[in-house]
């Protein structure tokens, strides 16, 4: 299979972003999980600045997604003009076997994926509003609010039991992970007090 990607011209890839760093990440957040920004053309300053591509401990999922996050901290993501590159998908590549791992498996994934998002979260000086605000998109993007985001639309469609199993251990691995810190202390504070609503709203809780 191969895929061309196609972009309309001055389109941004956080289509609802405004200039603000802050509003690129919630937007990132509830939007967007694909990669594709990391294959253009990126500032150096930006590069180091985010850290560059790291693996993780569950099979590199969603590294890139991670990084794109971080870039776009650093700056907006505008998409060029026109198909760019083709990339042709292989069986058995990292990639492929993320789609076809068990279920216990990808939930664990996802859950790893929505936790490093916001580990990033906490290392930025943020104003207390903002914590909230990006805490209640995490939770959005744990129980992926939109199609785009992630390949696991199983998620999606949980039930208001199954909503509060993700949601326990999601903020179980955000308690056993997250670095000691007023930026710890502030996103589980944040999370715990929108958790209740999005459990009992799904998908329909709005930010």
């Known amino acids: ?16 972003s405004a200039p603000a760093p802050r509003w690129r990440l919630v937007t990132y957040l509830v939007e967007h999980h694909d990669g594709l920004a990391f294959r253009g053309l990126i500032r150096t300053e930006a590069a180091h600045a985010s ?9 590199d999922f969603a590294a890139e997604a991670v990084w794109v996050l971080k870039l776009a901290w650093q ?5 060029a003009e026109g198909a760019e590159w083709r990339k042709r998908m292989h069986a058995g ?22 936790v490093e998002l916001m580990t990033f979260v906490t290392t930025l000086d943020l ?18 609010a939109t ?47 929108v958790a209740d609503s999005v459990v009992a709203d799904g998908l329909e809780t709005g930010l």
């Open 1 to 16: 299979m191969v895929w061309q990607l196609h972009a309309e011209a001055s389109a941004t890839l956080l289509r609802s």
């Open 51 to 59: 850290g560059g591509l790291q693996p993780n401990s569950a099979d």
């Open 147 to 193: 199609p785009k985001l992630g390949p696991y639309a199983e998620i999606s469609t949980l039930d208001h039991n199954g909503r509060a199993i993700m949601v326990k251990a999601y903020r179980r691995a955000l308690d056993e992970a997250l670095p000691a810190g007023e930026g710890r202390h502030r996103l589980l504070a944040a999370t715990d007090a």
């Open 127 to 144: 104003p207390p509003g903002w914590i909230s605000l990006l805490a209640h998109a995490g939770l959005l993007r744990l129980l992926r």
């Open 93 to 114: 590549t990292v990639s492929d076997r993320w789609l076809h791992w068990a279920p216990e498996r990808r939930t664990h994934a996802w859950i790893s994926h929505c």
């Open 75 to 79: 700056g907006e993501l505008v998409r």
